[in-house]
């Protein structure tokens, strides 16, 4: 009885690790978000298997399913469609209620968009902190105001067509001076780092019509 929380590319299908291509291999069954996207990485590497969708909406009822499989006997690898699982993405419920039934889990760890933006951004990272995606709605205002005294760097999620609004409010409540780099497409062809301070990119932004994937990481306050 082991689950498997595999980590698979965030672009770049080349980014998968031996010990998750074998782990793929050998497993009865594969949970993923979206079959058909994760389809395209399992065709490239030649792995046929028993697929079973494990979404944000999945409810209970695929837990439960999932859970009888592996008391079953039979092994099960949890993937997402980028990254890590439960980074962002669904595996919270699954795990748990795995470790609640003595199911044993064994992690295959790999990439995962805000380590890879924060290695390269240039901002310090011995320590910092994931936000995730931040709330759009309620505690939005009250969280990014918060950051304003956040002397670590602060690494969240961004949709494209948010990225500008976010920018504003951290120039409003954070000050336009503060350090960002925004690490767009990471691993894919037009992977980009964009870096200056939040008015600077701000504005860069204003002339280009932001697209791809997002990873923000602000510096804490006082890092120049
Ligand atoms: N589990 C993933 C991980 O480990 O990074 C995160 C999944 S989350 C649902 C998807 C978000 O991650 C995207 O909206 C984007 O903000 C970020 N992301 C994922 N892949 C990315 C990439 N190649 N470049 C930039 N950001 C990416």
Do not use: W
């Not at 780099?181 to 990471?186: A, N, P, Q, S, Y």
């Amino acid at each position: 009885m082991i689950l498997y929380i595999v980590a698979t590319p965030i672009g770049n299908l080349a980014d998968i690790t031996l010990r998750a291509l074998d782990t793929l291999r050998k497993v009865d069954i594969i949970a993923c978000e979206d079959t058909r996207h994760s389809q395209i990485l399992l065709k490239k590497y030649e792995i046929e298997k028993k697929l079973l969708s494990y979404h944000a909406h999945s409810g209970q009822s695929k837990v439960e399913k999932l859970i009888a499989a592996l008391k079953d006997g039979q092994e099960v690898a949890l993937i997402s469609d980028a990254g890590t699982p439960g980074i962002s993405d669904p595996a919270y419920s699954l795990i748990k209620a795995a470790l609640n039934e003595g199911i044993k889990i064994e992690p295959i760890p790999g990439p995962s968009a805000f380590l890879t933006a924060i290695v390269a951004s240039g901002l310090p990272m011995n320590q910092f902190t994931y936000l995730g995606f931040i709330p759009t709605k309620k505690g939005r205002q009250t969280l990014l105001k918060s950051l304003a005294e956040e002397k670590r760097t602060v690494v969240f999620y961004e949709s494209p067509h948010r990225i500008q609004k976010t920018l504003s409010q951290l120039e409003e409540f954070t000050g336009g001076e503060r350090r960002i780099v925004i690490g767009r497409e990471l691993t894919k062809i037009h992977e980009e780092f964009i870096r200056g301070t939040v008015t600077e990119v701000k504005e860069g932004f204003a002339e280009r019509k932001p697209k791809g994937e997002f990873v923000v990481v602000l510096g804490g306050k006082g890092v120049v």
